[in-house]
């Protein structure tokens, strides 16, 4: 009997155990690995001078449709202000984006940019690139990307 209950159980254990050890990227309707959703996830800008965090979104998880994100830029933890930020979604594995191809943001705190409404009009993979100008010139960007699901 003891023989048998641990036959049952380890398995169990070992799958918990997993599920708690996952990468923050992971497997979705869409078959490859993206960012899994969750309020303040940050990423390194390409450049590497920035932090970018997704405070939130709406819908919370990126879904089909109209989406707004609340995203906080940092450098060294300090926030980065005055920045003139676009938003920019594309889907790589369709070779194409939105139109228009970028919005903008408002700055509503120091450091904190929230998009204007872009739309992920489809299922599939989106990656959504936040790129940031001062004086007219790009400087950085970062980008996350998610499973849009049906």
Known sequence: MFRA???VALPLLLLA???EDRDPVGDNACGIPTDR????MTVMSEGGNWDVSLLS???APPDKGNNVW???ITAEGEPVQGLDVRFESLMPEHGHGNTPPYVGADETEPGVYVSDAFDLF???VWVVRIHG???GVDVDAA???FCIEG
């Open 70 to 72: 609340t995203v906080e």
């Open 37 to 40: 959703y969750g309020p303040g």
């Open 5 to 7: 209950t641990v036959l």
């Open 122 to 124: 489809m299922s599939g």
């Open 17 to 19: 155990a997993c599920e």
């Open 143 to 145: 980008e996350f990307a």
């Open 57 to 59: 979104s709406t819908p």
């Open 133 to 135: 100008a001062q004086d």
